[in-house]
């Protein structure tokens, strides 16, 4: 068998191979033999018809069909013997098939690039520091008795306190004529929503059951923006009566296992303060691998990136109860639209991967004995368990090689703090 192999990219190569027809007797040997226990021929029982005829009377078709097994075998075969490893899905192109003569075709597969590794030590990235605030605090236990709120009809809307509006919503053209088709029923307006647009709320703030409010706003999406025009019909609103934060609030929203407000509010804060603390923690490893990442120049396989997108596919299906995508979900656009995000993800595993045999990190026995250890009892199964599934597990493995490389990076880099007063939402 005769290969040659061309490198048409970083990532991409092209295999051809030729294979002489004294090559291709064996099997197509096998070929026969396999197809011979289904024929059947007028004065033959089935299975009983002699090679010779078969060959003479299938033959030809015979040896097409096997051409993919053959051309499969033999790309398989030279990767072994060349320890190359192929990624993704090879492409089998330019077939030609001289029955009696040769079999010529052609492969094209895509391979990971060869990562040359440039800055990853000394890098300078920022770690963002938030000190929380009372205010904080108070917004989240505010959020709480939102959550446990109760509602009271009312027909009006008063200056006074939270209010939530159900109204018919109907789309107007520019002469304020109804849109057909265009009726949103029952949608529900909550006028202490900050993303509510400013327009709806001014309109609704004197809002009385039974009245209509016309109203014009803008909505942003991405780099656009779109006008809207719309009636708003009033069929119900209701007051919200926010519980009050004392011992009894906790008690329920806690099932008990907190019985004063004090201890509550201290709870809180620490859960918020282990919140940034894990939130300023990210800041440093998204900066340092985004530093990374910009530093180096590398090819990334289409492969590499499809694969990526695929998992983001499958965590939508994994969403939904039926483990399939939402009805009317564009698949299409979902994958353009996080491509970039994915192509950046796929160059960053290439770069850590390198970084990893660069720098010989690596997983010991020891290491998952003593996670299985302390995870054991958190998990509520035995360590024996538990160690046995780590061992057998490449995500386990991962997850602390990512740990190492991490704490490698960080100790290396040049750290400062920034104080943030006003995170983002």
Same mark, same amino acid.
């Given at each position: 068998m005769?290969?040659?192999?061309n490198?048409?990219?970083?990532?991409?190569?092209?295999?051809?191979?030729?294979?002489?027809?004294?090559?291709?007797? &064996?099997?197509?040997?096998?070929?026969? +033999?396999?197809?011979?226990?289904k024929?059947?021929?007028?004065?033959?029982?089935? %299975? *009983?018809?002699?090679?010779p005829?078969?060959k003479?009377?299938?033959?030809e078709?015979?040896?097409?069909?096997?051409?993919?097994d053959?051309?499969?075998?033999?790309?398989?075969?030279?990767?072994?013997?060349?320890?190359i490893? &192929?990624?993704?899905?090879?492409t089998m192109?330019?077939?030609?098939?001289?029955?009696?003569?040769q079999?010529?075709? +052609?492969?094209?597969?895509?391979?990971?690039?060869?990562?040359?590794?440039?800055?990853?030590? %000394?890098i300078?990235?920022? +770690?963002?520091?938030? /000190?929380?605030? $009372?205010?904080?605090?108070? =917004?989240?236990?505010?959020?709480?008795?939102?959550?446990?709120?109760?509602?009271?009809p !009312?027909?009006?809307?008063?200056?006074?306190g939270d209010?939530?509006i159900?109204?018919?919503?109907?789309?107007?053209d520019e002469?304020?004529?109804?849109?057909?088709?265009?009726?949103? +029923?029952?949608?529900?307006?909550?006028?202490?929503?900050?993303?509510?647009a &400013?327009?709806?709320?001014?309109a609704?703030?004197?809002?009385?059951?039974?009245?209509?409010y016309?109203?014009?706003? #803008?909505?942003?999406?991405?780099?656009?923006?779109?006008?809207?025009?719309?009636?708003? =019909?009033?069929?119900?609103?209701?007051?919200?009566?926010? @519980?009050?934060?004392?011992?009894?609030?906790?008690?329920?929203?806690?099932?008990e296992?907190?019985?004063?407000?004090?201890?509550?509010?201290?709870?809180?804060?620490?859960?918020?303060?282990?919140?940034w603390?894990d939130q300023?923690e990210?800041g440093?490893?998204?900066?340092?691998?985004r530093?990374?990442?910009?530093?180096?120049? !590398?090819?990334? @396989?289409?492969?590499? !990136?499809?694969?990526?997108?695929?998992?983001?596919? #499958?965590?939508?299906?994994?969403?939904?109860?039926?483990?399939?995508?939402?009805k009317g979900?564009?698949? *299409?656009?979902?994958?353009d639209e996080?491509?970039?995000?994915? =192509?950046?993800?796929?160059?960053? %595993?290439?770069?850590?991967?390198?970084?990893?045999?660069?720098? /010989?990190?690596?997983?010991?026995?020891?290491?998952?004995? *003593?996670?299985a250890?302390s995870?054991?009892?958190?998990?509520?199964?035995?360590?024996?368990q538990?160690?046995q599934?780590?061992? %057998?597990?490449?995500?386990?493995? $991962?997850?602390?090689?990512?740990?190492?490389?991490?704490?490698?990076l960080?100790?290396?880099?040049?750290i400062?703090?920034?104080?943030?007063?006003?995170?983002?939402?």
């Amino acid at each position: 068998m005769d290969v040659t192999i061309n490198n048409l990219s970083d990532v991409q190569c092209e295999a051809e191979f030729v294979l002489t027809d004294a090559e291709l007797q &064996p099997h197509f040997e096998q070929a026969y +033999k396999k197809f011979a226990p289904k024929v059947e021929i007028k004065g033959f029982r089935k %299975g *009983k018809v002699p090679l010779p005829m078969i060959k003479k009377i299938y033959g030809e078709a015979i040896e097409h069909d096997a051409l993919d097994d053959i051309a499969n075998e033999s790309f398989r075969s030279t990767m072994t013997e060349r320890n190359i490893e &192929p990624i993704g899905r090879p492409t089998m192109t330019d077939i030609d098939f001289k029955r009696g003569e040769q079999f010529r075709f +052609k492969v094209t597969y895509e391979i990971k690039p060869s990562v040359v590794l440039t800055k990853y030590k %000394g890098i300078t990235v920022e +770690k963002p520091i938030h /000190h929380v605030t $009372e205010v904080e605090v108070n =917004a989240e236990i505010e959020r709480l008795q939102r959550a446990n709120s109760t509602m009271l009809p !009312v027909t009006l809307v008063r200056d006074e306190g939270d209010h939530q509006i159900t109204a018919d919503v109907q789309e107007l053209d520019e002469t304020g004529t109804p849109l057909i088709g265009k009726k949103t +029923k029952d949608a529900r307006f909550y006028l202490a929503d900050e993303t509510l647009a &400013p327009e709806i709320r001014d309109a609704l703030k004197k809002a009385e059951v039974g009245a209509e409010y016309k109203v014009r706003f #803008e909505s942003q999406h991405g780099d656009h923006s779109h006008k809207h025009h719309v009636a708003l =019909a009033v069929k119900k609103i209701e007051k919200v009566e926010l @519980p009050d934060f004392d011992d009894a609030f906790v008690k329920k929203v806690t099932d008990e296992k907190v019985t004063t407000k004090e201890e509550f509010l201290q709870n809180m804060r620490k859960d918020l303060e282990a919140y940034w603390a894990d939130q300023s923690e990210r800041g440093v490893t998204d900066g340092l691998i985004r530093e990374i990442v910009q530093a180096h120049d !590398v090819t990334v @396989p289409e492969s590499l !990136v499809n694969a990526y997108l695929d998992t983001y596919v #499958e965590d939508v299906k994994g969403r939904s109860r039926d483990k399939s995508l939402p009805k009317g979900f564009d698949e *299409k656009k979902f994958r353009d639209e996080n491509r970039g995000y994915a =192509a950046y993800q796929a160059k960053w %595993g290439l770069i850590r991967e390198r970084i990893i045999a660069e720098e /010989h990190l690596s997983v010991a026995d020891e290491e998952l004995e *003593k996670l299985a250890d302390s995870e054991a009892p958190l998990i509520g199964v035995s360590k024996e368990q538990l160690l046995q599934y780590y061992k %057998g597990s490449g995500s386990t493995t $991962e997850r602390l090689l990512t740990t190492k490389l991490m704490t490698l990076l960080k100790t290396n880099a040049h750290i400062t703090e920034k104080v943030i007063d006003e995170p983002a939402h």
